[in-house]
């Protein structure tokens, strides 16, 4: 009875305060299809899920065609010469190092102590021979190679480029004609080709310029006679020391032999040809390039407004086919050292193969064109520094001659962003960034520091060089009579001595002398 009387409660409750029996299966069947309609949306949902979109430097392309079994050199030295494409190539070498968290030989200011020979002591950081690991070198010096190797581990790559003296001429005329004397005294450059030593003089600082400009910033005597004998001794010492030297006319087929010799993936020597000149002269072959900087503006009198350089009229640049042939004869040392490696240069394609090298320079092209498509504004093409928005990846100008930039496209992902930027990025701002990496301890420099640092111009030496080192004496490029380059009786950087007389050629060795 009592048992009735608690269910007959139960079911008031249920039915009565709760609702009605069916009102509760409702609510149940309602639940049961929301949940069943649920997982049925998320299966649906993880089945149309699309992949997230993957950057293009991470698509297969970015590595190109196999390179077997080698494995990728992290100890180079790269010769930066000057008006040779050059600052094309270190930007390669930036942005590997970069990538792989690799050390860099990194200079006091922005070059290593260039005009004069390199000494290991221009480098940041360093403590003594081989203290530190450094893996990356490749700022403006003049070839050292004792000091070199006090710097840079035995199992370096050793590697450097060349350009047509002719054609090196016009773009140093351009660049430097405020800066060397022997430029600015000559209305044109066909004029100063017509009789060179009516404006040469090599007592005068930062006239290097104006002769053999490969050849000395190998660390040899540019004033010196021509010889055969002493342009084979130079050939011999630069290949002892270097595996590869490659051609800035044959800009695409030296990346192709660059990226072999140091087993690096394509995307590594993927380029966009940078500091480019805006206006090409005449027939300058190559990918014309480099700069100056607002110092050598500042030191040519040419106004800055805005940040930007207001260049003067550019130089005339016109040659007629005797006075190049006068330039070769007038830079007779550089006129060898690109016959002979540039002969070099083609057996060495020879060796790779024709229809290889033709596949890989063609897949190189492609790859730049698309990553071009994928990272700049305006199709790629280089723009006015002006146009920038960007102020930080605004190329510095020379007074005489406007260097482009490029923009980036808009909307990119962050790691696409950030590999776009490293490929566009200055040679100048670069080399900040590198060295706010290493050195981050330094970084915290005042502005007006800073701005004296850019004094230090890349491309010149027409500005105060950082002070000689306490109990060692060093003297100007073109310091000392008889316009010698190098002090009396200083080692060549091969270990031996090179000293001119006349044309009589004289190497030094400690066991002899040969003549």
């Known amino acids: 009875m009592l048992f009735r009387r608690r269910a007959r409660m139960l079911r008031w409750l249920v039915c009565g305060r709760l609702g009605p029996v069916w009102m509760w299966k409702a609510l149940l069947l309602f639940l049961a299809i929301a949940f069943a309609g649920q997982l049925l949306g998320v299966i ?14 991470s698509s297969p392309d970015a590595q190109g065609p196999s390179l077997g079994s080698c494995q990728p050199h992290t100890h180079i030295m790269f010769l930066k010469t000057h008006k040779t494409a050059s600052s094309t190539v270190l930007n390669m ?15 006091l200011g922005y070059q290593l102590g260039y005009p004069l020979p390199f000494n290991a002591h221009r480098v940041k950081g360093y403590r003594g021979p081989r203290a530190i690991e450094f893996h990356i070198m490749g700022n403006h010096m003049r070839f050292n190679k004792p000091e070199v190797e006090k710097v840079m581990p035995a199992d370096t790559f050793y590697f450097s480029i060349i350009r047509d003296p002719v054609s090196l001429a016009e773009s140093s ?3 430097y004609k405020e800066v060397a004397p022997a430029f600015r005294k000559a209305k044109g450059l066909g004029e100063f080709a017509d009789d060179p030593k009516k404006f040469y003089d090599p007592r005068l600082r930062n006239n290097h310029y104006a002769r053999n400009l490969l050849w000395f910033d190998f660390g040899l005597d540019n004033n010196a006679n021509f010889s055969l004998a002493l342009a084979r001794l130079g050939e011999d010492m630069i290949r002892r020391t270097f595996k590869l030297i490659l051609v800035s006319e044959y800009f695409d087929q030296s990346m192709i032999l660059l990226r072999h010799a140091l087993c690096w993936p394509m995307d590594a020597v993927v380029f966009f040809s940078l500091n480019a000149r805006q206006q090409k002269p005449s027939s300058a072959g190559g990918v014309a390039e480099s700069w100056v900087g607002k110092a050598a503006a500042a030191a040519a009198g040419v106004g800055i407004r805005g940040g930007l350089v207001q260049a003067k009229t550019l130089p005339n640049l016109s040659l007629t086919p005797e006075q190049r042939e006068k330039l070769r004869q007038w830079n007779a040392f550089d006129w060898y050292l690109y016959k002979v490696f540039n002969k070099t240069f083609w057996e060495e394609i020879d060796k790779f193969g024709h229809a290889q090298m033709e596949k890989e320079v063609q897949l190189l092209r492609m790859r730049r064109e698309d990553l071009a498509r994928v990272c700049l504004r305006d199709g790629g093409k280089p723009v006015e520094a002006h146009r920038i928005r960007d102020k930080n990846i605004r190329p510095f100008q020379s007074g005489l001659v406007k260097i ?21 990025r200055p040679e100048i701002q670069y080399k900040d960034v590198l060295d706010s990496k290493q050195f981050p301890q330094f970084h915290a420099i005042p502005a007006q520091q800073q701005s004296q640092r850019l004094l230090v111009a890349v491309g010149g030496t027409f500005l105060k060089q950082e002070p000689p080192r306490k109990g060692r004496k060093e003297t100007g490029g073109e310091a000392g009579a008889g316009g010698r380059t190098l002090e009396e009786g200083m080692k060549a950087w091969e270990g031996s001595r090179l000293v001119r007389n006349n044309q009589t050629l004289v190497r030094e060795h400690e066991k002899g002398r040969l003549r």
């Open 93 to 107: 070498l930036y942005r590997f190092g970069d990538e792989h968290s690799l050390r860099f030989a990194l200079p």
């Open 44 to 57: 649906f949902n993880k089945s149309n899920v699309q992949p997230a979109a993957r950057s293009i430097f």
């Open 173 to 175: 005329f351009a660049y």
């Open 404 to 424: 482009l930039g490029y923009e980036l496209q808009p909307g990119l992902d962050n790691t696409t962003r950030m590999s776009c930027l490293r490929m566009i």
